[in-house]
């Protein structure tokens, strides 16, 4: 019986018989069980891979794989065997770069049917499309076991580009290798081309097959998967357009007031020399910190967190980190990430690959040190938490560069999503010359992150502008602009005289900070 209605690419498996748990690679039975408990999990797509069957073994593991599958109506596909897939009936057919060439194999196959493509490189997703590919297989995405010969891993920052060359077509994206439930999150949410268009779903193979407990192991990503497709993503782009200044401004503006009405809960991981006065400024904005930094801890607070900030100025606390994005990722909710003197150290620039690699970040926030050895730039580099060198002589393209991987702050007057970058011009010498000036901008920008996400998912818009609320670079232009306009206010004061009687008075301007003195002092310019 032919699968019958629309493919469902969410939760693709692809079998591996010598995966099976222990002692049971040799009973074909258990592949059978197996199969069938990941189904009823939630797997919505079958790859039949069989590289060390003879044909007929493979052709009889193949109709009996179709008679189970077909009692959950999931279709199924045969790995590069085409003359497997045409004797017993299956759906379609995945070809890698080195087998058939595709554009025959859509020849062969009966009309209607199933052809999937490997891809690695965006030329090659192109030639998918030119092909007749129903869906490309992007990847490999992670280092994987199941393939000896791997090579060329993508990670979950080089996907972008290959989903840009399926733009203006149909077809579809899955990611491959390496896939499983510590990881998905992070490959969903990472995966994300310029034009802001996501992967399809995920194919797995090792996560399912070579667990004891496959019908929870599916229905676990499942779940993840399903609740991640089920909502746009986080990060969404602006059309760069349809900008201007003052609607940025008003958006901003919007967003402090969001802030003061709603007081979202901000979760901060920090730099130990700044937890007191990141902490004041939290409140003197309107929201509610909270400064935790266990393992244990991080389930239960992002249930009741806006947002998350992961500032890493003193690395003492890097598995609450990992646990804390992990579960933030899964609500949907915005991470802050400052790499504080990132290039400084070995064990920093690691620790910082490794977080960006475990969970995804709604900002990253840097001076042009950090933000420098993020994008492997010679331009500047890191002295301490400092920046020596030329700097960049022109940020823009730089930001724009490293922003389609990552959405980020540059230096703090320089905003950037990838594909619109904006500076500012506000801000006081004194922020330069207290300690920790850094890490509370980092704390501006995720409490107006928060009030951002909550205005997306309230459905909040500014029909005269038409600036989504729920954009991140509005969040992070109105986290920036509130700590630099305060500045500005502080420094005017007669009571302050320098940078001791500074920081008592940006708090306070923090606290008396209106949309209005938003709208009157903001300097902004837009960047094409």
């Known amino acids: 019986m032919p699968f019958t209605g629309t493919v469902d690419y969410s939760l693709y498996l692809v079998t591996g018989r010598e995966l099976l748990p222990q002692g049971a690679k040799s009973n074909v039975q258990d592949y059978y069980e197996t199969l069938e408990e990941t189904l009823k999990g939630g797997v919505t797509l079958v790859q039949v891979r069989e590289k060390e069957a003879d044909t007929r073994e493979f052709l ?3 109709k009996r794989t179709k008679e189970i599958c077909n009692k959950y109506n999931v279709p199924v596909l045969i790995n590069d065997r085409i003359d497997i897939a045409l004797a017993m009936g299956a759906d379609g057919v995945h070809v890698g770069q080195s087998d058939m060439p595709a554009s025959l194999v859509r020849k062969l196959l009966p ?12 030329a090659e997703a192109a030639k998918a499309v030119e092909d007749g590919a129903d869906y490309v297989g992007i990847g490999p995405i992670w280092n994987t076991s199941t393939k000896k010969d791997i090579k060329n891993v993508l990670g979950v920052r080089g996907v972008g ?8 077509s149909n077809v579809k994206a899955v990611g491959i290798a390496g896939i499983n439930e510590r990881n998905v999150l992070r490959t969903l949410h990472g995966s994300v081309s310029i034009r ?18 496959p019908y929870e192991a599916a229905k676990a990503l499942s779940e993840v998967v399903r609740g991640f497709l089920s909502t746009p993503p986080l990060l969404s782009r602006l059309d760069a357009s349809s900008l201007h200044t003052k609607g940025i401004v008003n958006a901003v503006a919007h967003l402090l007031s969001k802030v003061r009405e709603g007081g979202p809960v901000i979760h901060q991981i920090t730099n130990n020399v700044a937890i007191n006065q990141s902490a004041n400024v939290t409140l003197a904005l309107g929201a509610s910190p909270i400064m935790a930094t266990a393992p244990q801890e991080m389930e239960d607070l992002s249930k009741i967190s806006g947002a998350l900030l992961v500032n890493f100025g003193t690395i003492t606390d890097k598995d609450g980190m990992l646990e804390a994005g992990k579960w933030v990722n899964t609500r949907k909710n915005p991470i802050v990430f400052d790499p504080v003197a990132v290039g400084a150290t070995k064990f920093r620039y690691e620790t910082a690959q490794e977080l960006l690699s475990t969970w995804q970040a709604s ?11 993020l994008a492997n730039s010679d331009e500047v580099r890191s002295r301490g938490v400092d920046s020596v060198g030329s700097g960049f002589a022109n940020p823009a393209p730089m930001l724009r560069e490293l922003a389609r991987k990552e959405p980020m702050t540059g230096k703090t007057d320089w905003v950037s999503d990838g594909s619109v970058t904006i500076s500012s011009s506000n801000g006081h010498e004194y922020l330069s010359q207290i300690t920790g000036s850094g890490c509370i901008v980092g704390t501006s920008v995720a409490t107006f992150c928060a009030a951002a996400n909550l205005s997306a998912r309230s459905g ?12 991140m670079l509005i969040g992070a232009i109105g986290g920036m602009l509130a700590i630099t306009i305060a500045s500005e206010l502080a420094a005017e004061r007669q009571d302050v005289l320098a940078t001791g009687t500074f920081l008592p008075a940006l708090v306070d301007e923090l606290y008396h900070l ?4 938003i709208l009157k002092r903001a300097r902004i310019e837009i960047h094409s």
């Open 60 to 62: 009889e593991i193949a």
């Open 111 to 122: 009309r209607d049917s199933i052809l999937g493509i490997s891809a690695n490189t965006p």
């Open 161 to 168: 580009q290959i989903l840009d060359a399926l733009e203006g």
């Open 196 to 213: 802001n268009r996501s992967l399809n779903g995920v194919a797995v193979v090792s996560a399912l097959m070579a667990s004891k407990k």
């Open 363 to 373: 900002v990253i926030k840097g001076n042009p040190a950090e933000i420098g050895t």
């Open 460 to 471: 909040t818009t500014d029909d005269h502008h038409r600036l989504v609320y729920g954009d």
């Open 514 to 517: 209106t949309p209005e003195k």
